[in-house]
């Protein structure tokens, strides 16, 4: 009898993670974080990510009924914006202006460009940029942990000049800050998870926080504050390693993590801002089709050139 064979287009090896099962973990993964956030800040955070996470759930699925386009709410995409927008938001914010930022995220930047794997911008730092220009006394408002007196963040207030928090009170999370920057070590424990499910990979993490640490160095600043303070890390391990607004290839993501360090520097040390992260991984956003252009692997086989 002869042999027969299938014949199919590729890829022929498939993985059996799917977007379900990445979205769901990452989701997972900034629990994390956000345990740390209600410990410091109390029940008030925990409420403002339900009503974010809710309403970035309800306003996809709201949109993708008016547009005609599959439900999609499952694939667990919503909630993750939804929690990563919940966690780069003050603590005092008003629900309000939560609810407005998760609707910006999910139709403004995600659903008008196409839905998920078509947007340019990462649309939890783009819905809090914009918030951040629509309310900008509220979105730069900051309190103690514990307390909730207000107060400067550690880099608004070594930009003044003033005494920050130690290393220690850094690492674990007791400074003031957005809800889910505060806690270093948490930041890392559900990062360790992506690492460990192989949802997230080495060169856009570590480039990133090597070009921090390294030009804080060579400019005379702390390099480990540099590290420990501000959105860095969950910029780092959460925003800098989004499959959609990421280069694809190895390559691509270590040049995208050297040029969101080199942006977080310049505005950090020279801008008007005291933070960087927000915006320096929207700048490179943009750049992410020309870095993808440039950065593609030789074809097995092709000439060099």
């Known amino acids: ?25 990452v989701a997972i993964a ?56 919940a966690l780069v938001l003050p603590p005092t914010l008003p629900y309000w202006m939560g609810a407005i930022g998760a609707i910006a995220a999910m139709v403004l930047v995600k659903g008008l460009f196409g839905g998920l794997g078509f947007n340019i911008f990462n649309p939890a730092l783009a819905a809090r940029a914009i918030l951040l220009a629509s309310w900008p006394v509220a979105m730069t408002t900051w309190t103690r ?23 220690l009170d850094l690492f674990l999370g007791n400074r003031a800050g957005s809800l889910g920057e505060t806690s270093v070590l948490m930041i890392l424990i559900g990062a360790g998870i992506l ?3 192989k949802i997230i990979d080495w060169p856009a993490p570590a480039a990133y926080l090597g070009t921090v640490g390294i030009l804080a160095l060579i ?10 303070s501000g959105g860095l890390m969950i910029g780092a ?16 993501r270590f040049i995208f993590g050297m040029g969101c360090g080199i942006m977080t ?7 008007g801002f005291p933070e960087g992260v927000n915006y320096s991984i929207l700048f490179m956003n943009i750049l992410t089709p ?13 000439k060099r050139g």
Do not use: C, N
């Open 1 to 25: 009898m002869p042999m027969t064979f299938d014949v199919s287009s590729s890829p022929h090896i498939r993985s059996p993670e799917d977007t379900r099962f990445m979205m769901w973990w």
């Open 265 to 271: 520097i310049l505005i950090r040390f020279y801008g």
């Open 30 to 85: 900034l629990l994390f974080p956000l345990a740390a956030a209600v410990y410091f800040f109390g029940l008030q955070a925990l409420l403002l990510t339900m009503v974010v996470t809710i309403t970035a759930v309800v306003s996809e699925a709201l949109f993708q009924l008016l547009a005609k386009r599959p439900i999609s709410i499952l694939d667990g995409s919503a909630v993750v914006t939804g929690l990563l927008l």
């Open 219 to 228: 400019l005379g600043r702390d390099p480990l504050f540099a590290l420990l």
């Open 195 to 197: 690492f460990w499910k």
């Open 145 to 167: 942990p514990f307390d909730a007196l207000t107060t400067a963040t550690p880099l608004f207030l070594d930009k003044m000049g003033q005494a920050t928090p130690g290393y």
């Open 290 to 302: 020309l870095i993808d252009k440039y950065a593609r692997p030789r074809l097995f086989g092709g």
């Open 237 to 252: 391990f959460f925003m800098a390693t989004d499959y959609v607004t990421a280069p694809v290839t190895t390559q691509g």
